[in-house]
C-alpha cells in the first residue's frame, strides 16, 4: 500500500542530509476505544467484532492490533 506521508518524512530526511541512515518510514493511524467490560477478553473481542462489523478497516493492506488495559 502506498504511504505518501511515510514517503514524504522520508524525503524530507534525505534532503535534510544528517539522517541517511534511515531508509524507510511508515504512517500510522491508530483508533482507540473506551468500553465498559468485565474483563479484558471481553474488551477485545467487542472491538474486533466493531471493527469487523463496522469494515473500519481493510485486513487486505492494514495490520490491527488489539491492546486493553484496565482504566
Known sequence: MN???GETILN??????SF???KKVRSAKML???INS???QSAE?????LCNDLR???PMVSKVTFTAKPL
Open 38 to 40: 468485565t474483563t479484558k
Open 45 to 49: 473481542t467487542t472491538i474486533k467484532k
Open 20 to 22: 541517511s541512515s534511515v
Open 32 to 34: 482507540k476505544f473506551q
Open 3 to 5: 504511504d505518501p506521508e
Open 56 to 58: 473500519i478497516y481493510n
Open 12 to 17: 524530507d530526511l534525505v534532503l535534510k542530509g
